[in-house]
């Protein structure tokens, strides 16, 4: 049985049950009541009410069809989801996946983590998260836009400013977010921006919410840095992805006078000495939609790529792993410290396997977790939605700014909260703790609903 409190345990193991092979969500639930032991010690009417079982079920779990026609005129099957895990600070708010990985359990885990995530945030957000199994690896536009019609012309029924409001994930950016916004237009007739995020600046978007995941973890990592009186400057860093968060993570350690070698896909990863050259990365991920391998090939000596291998092998001060769930295990983990890395930020959700956070966390390293280093995407998300229902638009500056102090401030409380449970430093149990008071708080006004 895992370190969890013995009141936990029935609970746990109805989750085992009831969610069989969800093993994603088996282990961000475990994760979660390894922390809420200490909380149920100390205000046991937490414990009341079936409230941890109840944070435990979804509110509401979609599953539904999405037939396209590809280029050549052959239909295809996918399946699509949405997860409305909790509602209690607001409508549901999350990312949509598309990636072949893509299940149930995968997005329940995803829809779990996003409801301490939002609540860690402060803004009026609940959880939830969707996605489908559709590779958009190798489509056409044109494939993407009809598979984006499809998967609206289900889905935007359950959706509403007021209900629930999708956003990207891996496999769904702006040019996805716009095919869905213009089927949700079409099928309602309304031009409801405050639908869904992460739409471009000319219909409703936000300045600063596709830098705002890779910004807000790197303001993460440098607060816990502050706090040994260390920063960023001259700190050799590897960040793993090459997607929208690894990007801006990269963009940002920049500014802060770090340093990124290296840098990765699912294909392998490649190191580059003299720092990852971001313009070359953006133009391989951004404009012609290729692999990382390219990098080398476009630039040429000093830099080497390898194909699969881990990339956490790579020496470094700093590593923000900001692909995917656990693309960093135990034995990457003791590699990282017998390399003396100083702070690990997960820019992805649950990249850290268990082992891995352990070893950190014996080693002493500065762990930052996903759902609170990760959460300035969604916060600055809560933002676009306020400049949606007042019809206004901020400046670049003014977005950053609001979206560094909701970082700083998670940062915080997550400090103050391992400190007042007697867990200084410890930034899981921190955010575990803080982001369920948040929750448990509003669910316990509302009564058993
Ligand atoms: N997918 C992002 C996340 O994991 C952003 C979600 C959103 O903006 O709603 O937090």
Redesign the pocket.
């Known amino acids: 049985m895992p370190n969890i409190d013995e009141k936990l345990v029935p609970i746990f193991e109805e989750v085992l049950r009831r969610n069989a092979g969800e093993s994603e969500f088996h282990q961000a639930v475990e994760e979660v009541f390894e922390s809420l032991g200490r909380v149920i010690a100390k205000k046991p009417e937490y414990a009341e009410s079936a409230l941890i079982e109840r944070l435990c079920e979804p509110e509401r779990q979609i599953i539904f069809r999405v037939p396209w026609t590809d280029d050549a005129g052959q239909v295809h099957i996918n399946r699509g989801f949405r997860v409305q895990f909790n509602s209690a600070l607001g409508p549901y708010?999350?990312?949509l996946?598309f990636h072949p990985s893509v299940n149930l359990g995968i997005i329940k885990f995803?829809a779990f983590e996003?409801t301490f995530?939002n609540a860690l945030t402060g803004m009026p957000i609940g959880g939830g998260?969707g996605g489908s199994d559709f590779n958009p690896r190798g489509r056409s536009n044109a494939e993407v836009m009809r598979f984006c019609q499809s998967f609206m012309t289900e889905l935007y029924r359950h959706l509403g400013e007021y209900t629930d409001?999708?956003?990207?994930?891996i496999g769904v950016g702006g040019r996805e977010i716009g095919y869905l916004f213009g089927q949700f237009k079409r099928l309602t007739n309304r031009y409801e921006a405050g639908v869904l995020?992460?739409k471009g600046l000319m219909h409703g978007g936000s300045r600063a919410r596709t830098e705002a995941?890779g910004y807000g973890a790197t303001y993460f990592v440098d607060s816990m840095l502050a706090t040994k009186g260390m920063s960023f400057e001259g700190k050799r860093c590897v960040v793993s992805g090459a997607g929208n968060v690894a990007i801006y993570t990269i963009e940002k350690i920049r500014e802060f006078g770090g340093r990124v070698i290296a840098c990765s896909d699912s294909n392998g990863y490649v190191v580059d000495e003299s720092g990852i050259d971001l313009e070359l990365v953006k133009e391989i991920k951004e404009v012609r939609r290729a692999r990382i391998s390219e990098y080398t090939r476009l630039k040429g000596g000093g830099t080497y790529y390898v194909a699969q291998g881990s990339i956490w092998a790579v020496p470094c001060d700093v590593a923000m792993p900001s692909a995917t769930q656990n693309e960093l295990n135990g034995k990457d983990a003791a590699i990282l410290v017998k390399n003396g890395v100083l702070a690990v930020g997960e820019g992805a959700?649950m990249p850290c396997t268990p082992d891995a956070v352990r070893v950190f966390q014996r080693a002493g390293v500065l762990f930052g977790p996903g759902k609170a280093t990760?959460?300035g995407?969604?916060a600055?998300?809560a933002l676009e939605m306020q400049q949606n229902a007042s019809r206004d638009s901020w400046s670049f500056d003014q977005t950053e700014q609001r979206l560094s102090s909701i970082m700083r401030n998670i940062h915080d409380t997550c400090a103050a909260t391992a400190e007042e449970y007697g867990a200084p430093g410890d930034y899981v149990l921190g955010a575990n703790i803080a982001g369920f008071e948040r929750v448990a708080a509003a669910m316990t006004a509302f009564g058993v609903v």
């Open positions: 708010k999350g990312g996946r995803l996003q995530k998260k409001v999708p956003a990207g994930d995020t992460g995941t959700n990760n959460a995407g969604v600055t998300s």
